[in-house]
């Protein structure tokens, strides 16, 4: 048994050993994600080390996500480690380094004058402290009357959401960053700050000039344009994340939980991968048990047919890194068990697609899959297309997939319900089926009895796309 519902969990202080990486795996964990906001790179490359041997040593395919920090705007320091704005007060905000005091704050961002316009709030802290524009000089300074006062700490998040930022999402940090992880068995990368399907371009353009085709990349759903431009950056990316700790800031908060659904929802029909993220068990940071309103909302998550669900500081630097896992383990099983999660059939089919006939085939599988309670649905692929085809219909029999590329085995991780095989055997059609199904027979995840409704390209030598079903009763002998 495993839950469909994949586990990310970020690496950290807390985690970054091979031990615990191994306990973590052991706990749940589908995807181990690598933030790139903190550590070396030689520190990124001991835990890359640690994940592969650990899939070595204990025979599984988990993937790993290496994630971009994106231009980052943050307060700098400032005098005597606080400072309190006042309610009401009015402030000068510069683009040039020094430290920063009541009466006049340094931001990082070096266009902020020229980006920003009058009326634009400035939030700070998460918003707990919310500045609005009363004029700029369009140069280096910014006058802002204090809305909202309180005490400020050293590079705090600085967010604009009513202003069109003209930093790139790709930082010269970030293409240091993304150099290196080029280099590396790194399945996912996801790119901070995406505003357009433009920002998913640039960053294609530069892998496939480094001659990287394999990895995929995630969009990371944190500004106002980029809920805008939803369906246009989901059919350019390869997968979507959630952001919801910047995107909570930059949208009015109530809006967050529809704009969640509504992106599941569309990722669902244009069959690519979304991960729910930030803040979905932080109070298990310290704790052991978690709040019922975060149980809940990873139930939410899992209901609504998320992909994945995402731990940051949980198990980055939090007290009890399994343990949360475990419980997000527990919760997904109940709601996959006894919630109405699954049949959510392709619906974007077009007919003038190169892909039409192998769409539909997949939704069909899936659909006679339910229809006579089948176990298992397999599939067999080179490019993984199937795989994602065959998720993106959420049916209830377990997905396995059979493919001849072992970068494939730990790509897959992220993909709901899907468990992979490396299978380079394919001869005909009927002995490559029989073999599947004896495979699976062998490890338990089929038995005496049970329907495994089985997709493939006919004829099998030539690779080409689904368009085969078949249905297979087991032996009852």
Known sequence: MFNKTKIIATVGPASNSKENIKTLIESGVDVFRLNFSHGEHEDHLKVINYILEANEEMNTHVGILADLQGPKIRLGIVENDSIELITGSEILITRHKKESTAQELYITYEPLAQDIREGNRILIDDGKVELRVIATNSIDQVRAKVMHGGILSSKKGVNLPDTNISAASLTPKDIRDLEFILTQKIDWIALS?????????????????????????????????????????????????????????????????????????????????????????????????????????????????????????????????????????????????????????????????????????????????????????????????????????????????????????????????????????????????????AILKEKGFVNPGDFIVMTASMPLHESGRTNTIRVKEMPRY
């Not at 009890?320 to 109940?334: D, Q, W, Y």
């Open 193 to 437: 700050f995406v505003r357009s399907p433009n920002d998913m371009i640039h960053l294609r353009g530069i892998m496939t000039f480094k001659n990287n085709t394999i990895t995929k990349i995630i969009a990371k759903i944190e500004r106002p344009e980029a809920v805008e431009n939803i369906e246009a950056i989901i059919r350019e990316a390869d997968a979507i994340m959630v952001a919801r700790g910047d995107l909570g800031v930059e949208i009015p908060v109530e809006k967050v939980p529809l704009v969640q659904k509504d992106i599941v929802a569309k990722c669902i029909a244009y069959a690519k991968p979304v991960i729910i993220a930030t803040q979905m068990m932080e109070s298990m940071i310290e704790k052991t048990l978690p709040m019922r309103a975060e149980v809940t909302d990873v139930a939410n998550a899992i209901l609504d047919g998320a992909d994945a669900i995402m731990l940051s500081g949980e198990t980055a630097m939090g007290k009890h890194p399994p343990l949360v896992v475990k419980t997000m383990t527990r919760i997904a099983k109940e709601m996959e068990e006894k919630g109405n999660i699954y049949s959510k059939y392709h619906t974007y089919s077009n007919r003038k697609a190169n892909t039409f006939v192998s769409d539909d085939v997949c939704s069909n599988a899936c659909r006679i899959a339910d229809e006579i309670d089948a176990r298992a649905i397999t599939g067999m692929t080179v490019s993984g297309y199937t795989a994602f085809m065959l998720a993106c219909n959420r049916p209830k029999a377990d997905i396995f997939i059979f493919t001849n590329r072992r970068e494939n085995l730990s790509l897959f991780s992220l993909i709901w319900g899907v468990r992979t095989f490396f299978y380079d055997k394919f001869t005909t059609t009927d002995e490559t089926m029989v073999d599947v199904a």
